[in-house]
Every structure is written in structure tokens, then in C-alpha cells.
């Protein structure tokens, strides 16, 4: 699975981005998706989940309430609706592909380049 990620930008504080993860190469409904993100000098962390059939999704406690996962088997695709955005989020996102849905990066098998994300205060 090729993943690619696009969206990112620099939004001010309170302000809304969308990405999204284009997927290509082998079957993308059979995989479960995830958002990590990693800010510099800090350990990357997981943001958001969705299982194959997107019946299943996982947030995490720090973007509970903001942020929306969602997913098109058709497209081939996988969204991250982010509002209320402030400057911890800032970070480089990246979109990865598993058997299944769970918080640690190791758990993926496929990532993608990852997009910048800047949010002024």
C-alpha cells in the first residue's frame, strides 16, 4: 500500500484544516487507518484511528471533540476533519495502514510522507 498525504498548511488558532490520505497498491477496504502525529523532538503520537469497514473509530483524549476520522473504500481515501485547532497540534501528520486499529505506531504496517501541520497562536 502506497499512502500519501496531503492538506497541511499553516491555519490560526481556532481555525480548520482537512487532510487527506490517498491510498494506492493493494487492497485499501481491508486495512484499518490511522493519523499519528509527531512534533519536533517528541515521540510520534497517535491522533485517531479507523477500522476497514469505518463502522470503528478511535480518537485520541487530546483530540477528542475535534477532530473526525472517515474513510471512503470507494475513493480510496482516509480524512482527518481537524477544528479548534491550537498550537499543540502543530506537528507533521502522517496516515498509516494495519491489520487493525490500535494507539502504537509499531501496530502499522505501511506510512506515508507526512504533512505539515502549523497553527499560529
Known amino acids: 500500500v502506497q499512502l500519501v498525504e496531503s492538506g497541511g498548511g499553516l491555519v490560526q488558532a481556532g481555525g480548520s484544516l482537512r487532510l487527506s490520505c490517498a491510498a494506492s497498491?493493494?487492497?485499501?477496504?481491508?486495512?484499518?487507518m490511522g493519523w499519528f502525529r509527531q512534533a519536533p523532538g517528541k515521540e510520534r503520537e497517535f491522533v485517531a484511528g479507523?477500522?476497514?469497514?469505518?463502522?470503528?473509530?478511535y480518537s485520541a483524549d487530546s483530540v477528542k471533540g475535534r477532530f473526525t476520522i472517515s474513510r471512503d473504500n470507494v475513493k480510496n481515501t482516509v480524512s482527518l476533519q481537524m477544528n479548534s485547532l491550537n498550537a499543540e497540534d502543530t506537528a507533521v501528520y502522517y496516515c498509516?495502514?494495519?491489520?487493525?486499529?490500535?494507539?502504537?505506531?509499531?501496530?502499522?504496517?505501511?506510512w506515508g510522507q507526512g504533512t505539515q501541520v502549523t497553527v499560529s497562536s
Open positions: 498509516a495502514a494495519g491489520s487493525k486499529v490500535g494507539t502504537a505506531p509499531r501496530g502499522y504496517d505501511y
Open positions: 497498491g493493494r487492497t485499501f477496504s481491508s486495512y484499518a
Open positions: 479507523i477500522s476497514w469497514s469505518g463502522g470503528y473509530t
